[in-house]
């Protein structure tokens, strides 16, 4: 079952319509009073980030279900061409060190980076601890093999698993790892995974619900 498609501005414009259509997907399955609370902190944790994703960008939210397991897609679409891109990518960076602060804060700021700079230049380097290779994409959904080599994937699940070995061997690396441990998003989904393809990036949060 898919939801309606909501538009959702980062003035706020949708944001409660695309709650209503995220609680709607879990009386529709019959999730319990805990897991519907959850599967909206997940939507409220996507619609959160639209907020602060950098210029004005379009984005269209839904909640795909098959019995107990649920995605929340986020697809954005920048509304900005040319040279204003790489103005934006300087006003989304400038901030990095207090914006890109946890979990939801460097998703934010791979949208920003995907959504201004076609070549993902300055993209940090931890950041490519999640990113995903063809073979990755084939084994996780052959469907996208395909068009593999013009998709830039990034998935939270392999990030986490290479930030948890980082920190067992480097100190240094335990602030990230914390940042993991607190995130709202990590401790509930099941995996987070961002998919850019030219002027579109998708983010689809995956969570299986116990029957």
């Not at 939801?3 to 209503?20: C, H, N, Q, R």
């Not at 460097?106 to 380097?125: E, N, Q, T, V």
């Not at 920190?167 to 790892?177: F, G, L, R, V, Y």
Request: aromatic letters at 8%.
């Amino acid at each position: 079952m898919k939801s309606d498609i909501i538009k959702v501005t980062s003035s706020g414009e949708g944001t409660e319509d695309a709650l209503a259509a995220a609680l709607a997907s879990a009386a529709y399955r019959g999730l319990s009073h805990k897991d519907a609370l959850h599967l909206r902190l997940l939507a409220e944790e996507v619609l959160g980030m639209v907020r602060q994703i950098t210029g004005e960008t379009e984005t269209e939210f839904w909640v795909e279900s098959a019995n107990n397991a649920f995605e929340i897609h986020l697809v954005a679409h920048p509304l900005v061409t040319g040279s204003m891109r790489k103005e934006l990518l300087k006003a989304s960076s400038s901030g990095k060190n207090e914006a890109s602060r946890g979990v939801m804060g460097k998703l934010r700021d791979i949208f920003d980076r995907a959504l201004f700079s076609r070549d993902m230049d300055g993209l940090p380097d931890d950041y490519a601890q999640g990113l995903m290779m063809p073979v990755d994409l084939y084994t996780s959904d052959p469907t996208t093999y395909a068009v593999a080599a013009d998709v830039l994937a990034w998935s939270m699940k392999k990030y986490k698993a290479a930030i948890e070995n980082e920190a067992a061997q480097d100190d240094s690396a335990k602030e990230k790892w914390d940042e993991i441990e607190k995130s709202i998003i990590v401790n509930i989904a099941d995996e987070v995974k961002i998919f850019i393809a030219g002027n579109t990036v998708e983010m689809t949060v995956y969570k299986k619900f116990e029957n």
